[in-house]
């Protein structure tokens, strides 16, 4: 088993910036992917970006390029969302979630309990 916690979400004015951690523990050596979701009031869950643990290939969903950073820490088993240029449309709870397949597979085993993100006009 592997659990993840999510912290850093909060309050941000438009065209600020967060950044969002996810520290893993348990077995980890079986994650092969980490990424972030996010879910808006009223919407689907949404994929936001993710990262593939060994090579560190990253991809993102084209509404927060060149905005939204993943990056993971090895030694500390965590992966980070830097959030910059935020928008109201950001405003969501974001989950980090974990893979034993890889981003491509879609399939995520571990979830977060979600970090609230809002971003005010």
């Given at each position: ?41 009223g919407k689907e869950r949404e994929f936001v970006a993710g990262l593939s643990w060994g ?56 979830w977060g309990q979600g970090t609230q993100v809002t971003v005010s006009s």
């Amino acid at each position: 088993q592997v659990q993840l916690v999510e912290s850093g979400g909060g309050l941000v004015q438009a065209g600020g910036s967060l950044r969002l951690s996810c520290a893993a523990s348990g077995r980890t050596d079986s994650i092969a992917a980490a990424s972030w979701f996010r879910q808006a009031p009223g919407k689907e869950r949404e994929f936001v970006a993710g990262l593939s643990w060994g090579a560190a290939s990253t991809s993102y969903t084209d509404s927060v390029k060149g905005r939204f950073t993943i990056s993971r820490d090895v030694a500390k088993n965590t992966v980070y969302l830097q959030m910059s240029s935020l928008k109201p449309e950001d405003t969501a709870v974001y989950y980090c979630a974990a893979s034993r397949s890889g981003v491509r597979s879609g399939v995520y085993n571990y979830w977060g309990q979600g970090t609230q993100v809002t971003v005010s006009s």
